[in-house]
């Protein structure tokens, strides 16, 4: 299994950067998409999860409103769109996947599958 981000890079405060996340070597329907973040010596914290079939969304709430999460179960890819960015947001990305149809699974423990991360900084 493998999980490949992509889309990080630097951007001035107020804009906008979309994030991907590119799955290969499992059935990506059939599993729960997460994206979370890091930031040096802090633990990793939850951004959001997908449903398996897209239908249900949730989002932490310090970036809901300013970040959609997607995605395309036909190309095998996540998406995290990110909008009104602030110095806040830098952080190191990771996409995440857990094998279940079901929902609300915002611990990082909870994921079995994860992304080498990309990193997303923001210039104020």
């Known amino acids: 299994v493998q999980l490949q981000a992509s889309g990080g890079g630097l951007v001035q405060a107020g804009g906008s950067l979309r994030l991907s996340c590119t799955a290969s070597g499992l059935t990506f329907s059939n599993y729960l998409m997460g994206w979370f973040r890091q930031v040096p010596g802090k633990e990793r914290e939850f951004v959001a999860q997908i449903r398996w079939n897209g239908d249900s969304a949730s989002y932490w709430s310090a970036v809901k409103d300013r970040f959609t999460i997607s995605r395309d179960n036909a190309k095998s890819t996540l998406y995290l769109q990110m909008n009104s960015l602030t110095s806040q947001d830098t952080a190191v990305y990771y996409c995440?996947?857990?094998?279940?149809?079901?929902?609300?699974?915002?611990?990082?423990?909870?994921?079995?599958?994860w992304g080498q991360g990309t990193l997303v900084t923001v210039s104020s």
């Open positions: 995440a996947a857990r094998g279940t149809k079901g929902w609300g699974y915002v611990q990082d423990w909870e994921y079995d599958y």
